[in-house]
């Protein structure tokens, strides 16, 4: 009986610990120190940077204005209004953009409007396109820290994405942007410390214009991001993790849009989990493709709140068997 138990409560124990030990050993490496990076003194590439947005006008004059004067002559700032039943398209032109509009009922998603935008902006392509979404503002030196990265490196590149708590949000909200900071700038900065990839992260990318055949952006996967980037590793093309790059936006104000949100985050991580984790982790394997093993590692850390309701059951219920038996 003991010895059943042993086994019963030891191989999911043993699971969980994976994911356990690469979150400590990446939030131990982030804490670390280290010296800032010299700017860089050198032109940058030619850049285009594609704004996807569907139903964003209230919002989207604030994103342009914070990218616009880093653009030079030469760069490209498109706007793709996707879907759209209010006015963005028409606010994005006002603030300076170039615009393209997508309707398409079959086919909604990111994906396709990022598609839909790259297609465009192929008849005169930039070096560098760069990703930011229509709700998010840009620190001072963003395109110029991620470009020249991106394009030293020759691999796609993540800037630093924080969501931030509105002013006045209640503890749940606050709780929500420590664990954001955790997800997307300890745990990145500890792998890249020891020269180990990121996941993309949805807005503050960068790719060389080159290598987007490498991938299939027309996909209406809830979370393409996660996609993209192991899609990337696989060509040989591993995510590089930029700190000095910083995109901000804010977490929706309402409980309904920040319940929203949070669900298909999650719900889409741990769709990838299930579904692809398995064969990720034997491909890396198979291959000796240890980036790609990193990132599935990586993966396999479910989001906080869940990670910390999985240790809570796994040690009451240790301590039940123990009493009891």
């Known amino acids: 009986m003991i010895t059943f138990l042993n086994w019963l ?4 124990l043993a699971i969980l610990l994976l994911p356990v030990l690469v979150l400590f050993v990446q939030v131990l490496l982030a804490g670390l120190p280290v010296r800032a990076s010299a700017p860089a003194r050198r032109p940058r590439p030619r850049v285009a940077v594609l704004v996807p947005a569907h139903n964003e ?11 616009r004067p880093q653009l030079l002559e030469g760069d490209r700032l498109l706007v793709v209004a996707d879907n759209c039943s209010d006015d963005t398209a028409a606010t994005a032109r006002a603030a300076g953009a170039e615009v393209v509009e997508r309707s398409n009922d079959q086919q909604r998603g990111k994906g396709y409007a990022l ?6 902006l192929a008849s005169d392509a930039p070096d560098v396109l760069i990703i930011v979404d229509a709700d998010c503002q840009v620190s001072e030196g963003f395109i110029e820290r991620l470009a020249i ?8 590149t993540q800037a630093l994405d924080l969501m931030r708590a509105p002013a006045g949000s209640g503890l749940k909200v606050q709780i929500a942007e420590f664990a954001w900071c955790v997800k997307n700038k300890a745990r990145p900065l500890g792998w890249a410390r020891l020269g180990l ?7 503050g990318m960068a790719f060389v214009w080159r290598d987007l055949p490498l991938i299939t952006l027309a996909s209406g996967h809830i979370v393409e991001d996660l996609k993209m980037g192991l899609d990337f590793c ?13 995109v901000t936006s804010y977490f929706p104000r309402s409980d309904e849009g920040l319940t929203t949100q949070r669900t298909r985050w999650e719900h889409g ?24 093993l990193a990132m599935t590692l990586d993966l396999l850390v479910p989001p906080l709140a869940l990670l910390t309701l ?16």
């Open 269 to 292: 991580h741990l769709g990838v989990i299930l579904g692809d984790a398995p064969k990720l982790l034997g491909e890396s394997i198979a291959r000796g493709n240890f980036n790609l």
């Open 197 to 203: 990839p990121c996941q993309l992260m949805g807005t």
């Open 310 to 325: 999985l240790l809570g059951a796994a040690f009451t219920l240790s301590w039940l068997v123990f009493f009891l038996f």
């Open 115 to 120: 598609d839909f935008g790259a297609r465009h």
């Open 57 to 67: 006008s209230s919002i989207i004059t604030a994103t342009l204005d914070s990218l």
């Open 9 to 12: 409560l030891g191989v999911p």
């Open 234 to 246: 696989r060509g040989g093309k591993p995510p590089l993790f930029c700190p000095d790059a910083l």
């Open 149 to 156: 990265q991106c394009m030293d490196s020759g691999r796609p």
